[in-house]
């Protein structure tokens, strides 16, 4: 989506058209370029954050996190 986008947004070396159609073509090939990067962006990893998994119910906790957040027992010592 984002390359015909471009190509759109860049009609006026392609095609040869009035100013108007011009400026919406390329309106257009501008808006899709940019949808087509947010599509792409959105589907991407944010961060990734280790997790110290419960030995004893398996949630996930976080990296510094000593107790276990679901059934409170303590965490076992961080491993290197």
């Not at 986008?5 to 108007?20: C, N, P, Y």
Request: hydrophobic letters at 45%.
């Amino acid at each position: 989506m984002a390359a015909v986008g471009v190509f759109m947004a860049r009609s006026d070396v392609f095609l040869a058209l009035e100013k108007t159609q011009l400026f919406y073509i390329s309106a257009i090939g501008i808006f899709l370029a940019f949808t087509g990067i947010a599509i792409y962006a959105s589907g991407m990893p944010r961060t990734l954050q280790k997790a110290r998994v419960c030995p004893s119910c398996y949630a996930k906790n976080a990296i510094m996190a000593q107790t276990c957040k679901q059934c409170r027992k303590k965490l076992p010592e961080k491993e290197e």
